[in-house]
């Protein structure tokens, strides 16, 4: 193999579905131009299992934390006085 020992690794998928490029797709529903209750928490609830479905590293896992803590705030912006 080429490189330096211990620095090589490769990955293999085998699936009957075609790849779904998470990332990317993830990444258009956090920039989500309009920002209503409904796109807010769209964007918002997928990242909250994003864990249990990928290996994250430490410093994805924060982003993802970042992102849900502003989205529940931003959510709180639509409560009025009245409920």
């Known amino acids: 193999t080429f490189g330096v020992n211990g620095t090589n690794s490769a990955t293999v998928e085998f699936s009957t579905l075609p790849p ?3 990332s ?3 990444q258009y529903l956090i920039q989500y ?3 209503c209750v409904e796109q ?3 964007s918002v609830f997928p990242q909250l299992f994003l864990s249990d ?3 994250l590293t430490v410093d ?3 982003r993802i ?3 849900i803590k502003n989205g ?3 959510l709180g912006h639509f409560q009025k006085p009245n409920g």
């Open 24 to 26: 990317r797709r993830m």
């Open 53 to 55: 479905v990928f290996d």
């Open 20 to 22: 779904m490029d998470f």
């Open 40 to 42: 807010t928490t769209s």
């Open 33 to 35: 131009p309009h920002g």
């Open 65 to 67: 934390q970042e992102n």
């Open 60 to 62: 994805k896992k924060q």
């Open 72 to 74: 529940i705030k931003r």
